[in-house]
Nanobody, 128 residues
Framework: QLQVVESGGGLVQPGGSLRLSCVGDGLNLNTYAVGWFRQAPGLEREGIGC????????FLEDSVKDRFTVSRDATKNTVYLEMNSLKPEDSAIYFCAADAFRGFQSHCTMNEREYRLWGQGTQVTVSS
């Protein structure tokens, strides 16, 4: 069964950092576009950032682009979301999702409906 699995969430103080991982299980994630999304209680899921296999495709929403980074490690079949200067409002369940269609394209998308494979999510809580 093809799936992606997130890890790396946890409790962190404001101003702290976390690195989330998205690993391909049963699939070669190095051929997929990957998007990161989050959902806070009572709110709709929102896109944060994405990238295809093309490094220049990396995209981050304005709300996080000065603090978050998306990257890949092809040797580990993993895409990362590096989060710095975390704020309480960053608290949410974070999801990664994979899209085979855009894997080698120059632009990724934050349209959720374009992603076929979703992980179960990892909880991030920013609190003192």
């Amino acid at each position: 069964q093809l799936q992606v699995v997130e890890s790396g969430g946890g409790l962190v103080q404001p101003g702290g950092s976390l690195r989330l991982s998205c690993v391909g299980d049963g699939l070669n994630l190095n051929t997929y576009a990957v998007g990161w999304f989050r959902q806070a209680p009572g709110l709709e899921r929102e896109g944060i950032g994405c990238m295809t296999t093309v490094v220049s495709s990396r995209f981050l929403e304005d709300s996080v682009k000065d603090r978050f980074t998306v990257s890949r490690d092809a040797t580990k079949n993993t895409v990362y979301l590096e989060m710095n200067s975390l704020k309480p409002e960053d608290s949410a369940i974070y999801f990664c999702a994979a899209d085979a269609f855009r894997g080698f394209q120059s632009h990724c998308t934050m349209n959720e409906r374009e992603y076929r494979l979703w992980g179960q999510g990892t909880q991030v809580t920013v609190s003192s």
